[in-house]
């Protein structure tokens, strides 16, 4: 429309590194799929069909590669790959991958106990042939992790082979880098911030509240994920400052009310 508004944050451009949004399928249908990249596929980076659907969903693979078409990286949610590897299946989970015509993975132990270093190996291995994103942090509630194994999993994760290492909060926003409430743990997000480059981290952001606190906390380029797929233009709208939530944190002093 060659008009333009002042004052609105620079956005990253596809293919992005940083202010990456990844959205979270958990079984939708293929007119939704297409209302989806017709609508918002500009707007997405990354997209998980998630936990198990993907075993399960009859249209998979013909939704997978309508995501592909559209440019978008799509992956199985971790909790299938620790399906299979609890089985000692991971050739198997290989073959699964390849079928269905999957361009990445997440490798995650959030649902089962994984030796550390067996995960590195999962992720290095994995690396040679897909995008990987990895992820830290347990879904059970009420398990603590320290900090320091946070970050010290987080560093060795990127240097297996992940593009991108998720700060685990579950679809819920309530177990990981938040607590039962839904309010992030603000030591232990800045402690992993302090060590880790920003653009190498992916929040995990499902409720409204969440992603406000990172767009302020770290700017319209933060990571974010498990975005629902009806919550990608009003996250966008956050990270722009159009919404009330972020409206005034981009303005300059003298426009501030």
């Keep these: ?61 013909k939704k997978i590669a309508l995501y592909k078409k559209h440019g978008i990286r799509v992956y199985p949610g971790g909790t299938l790959f620790e399906a299979f590897a609890i089985r000692n299946q991971f050739d198997d989970f290989r073959r699964f991958l390849d079928k269905l015509g999957f361009d990445a993975v997440e490798i995650s132990d959030g649902s089962m106990e994984m030796d550390h270093d067996k995960k590195c190996e999962y992720i290095h291995e994995l690396s040679k042939d897909f995008l990987v994103v990895s992820e830290v942090g347990s879904k059970i509630a009420g398990l603590e992790i320290p900090i320091a194994q946070w970050v010290s999993q987080m560093e060795s994760e990127l240097k297996s082979g992940s593009f991108k290492v998720i700060a685990e909060a579950r679809e819920s926003g309530t177990v990981g880098i938040y607590d039962k409430h839904g309010e992030a743990n603000f030591e232990l997000i800045s402690e992993i911030s302090k060590h880790l480059p920003l653009d190498n981290i992916l929040w995990e952001a499902p409720q409204k509240s969440q992603q406000v606190w990172f767009i302020k906390h770290f700017g319209a380029n933060v990571n974010l994920g498990n975005i629902a797929p009806t919550e990608i233009i009003p996250l966008e709208t956050l990270r722009l400052g159009l919404r009330g939530d972020t409206f005034m944190h981009f303005l300059p002093d003298n426009l501030k009310q």
């Design 1 to 61: 429309m060659n008009i333009s508004l002042n004052f609105i944050p620079e956005r990253s451009e596809h293919p992005r590194s940083n202010g990456i949004t990844m959205v979270m399928d958990k079984g939708i249908g293929m007119n939704q799929a297409q209302d989806l990249v017709e609508t918002a596929g500009n707007l997405i980076d990354l997209l998980k069909l998630g936990f198990g659907t993907s075993y399960i969903n009859q249209n998979v693979k």
